[in-house]
């Protein structure tokens, strides 16, 4: 890979489209989380092309507090994932339905 190479948006897409995710409790709502914890020089060169393009898709870069590694998170609105499912699937899912009962009580 050559040192001014630029990541595609597409690229980053797939790579985050393969790792599992874990929900997050954030002060604006439940997110989906998923984090990509070693940063190609490849993307550095897309951050800083186009850096509030991808802020824009939920993307943000993050020093992690313990290791002190740069990572590249992708926070997601459950509310987004559920209506993606729920469009594909032409149902709500299950577990859904009980975080939302649980929030509202």
Excluded: A
Excluded at 43 to 67: A, H
Excluded at 78 to 93: A, F, H, L, R, S
């Amino acid at each position: 890979m050559y040192e001014n190479e630029i990541m595609s948006i597409e690229e980053l897409e797939e790579r985050f489209r393969k790792l599992s995710s874990k929900k997050v409790h954030t002060s604006n709502g439940l997110k989906d989380l998923k984090i990509i914890h070693e940063i190609p020089q490849s993307f550095w060169n897309l951050w800083n092309y186009k850096k509030e393009l991808l802020k824009s898709m939920n993307f943000s870069v993050d020093k992690n507090k313990k290791t002190g590694i740069f990572e590249i998170c992708q926070w997601n609105p459950i509310d987004e994932i559920v209506k993606q499912y729920t469009v594909d699937n032409g149902n709500v899912p299950l577990d859904w339905i009980e975080y939302r009962r649980k929030r509202v009580v």
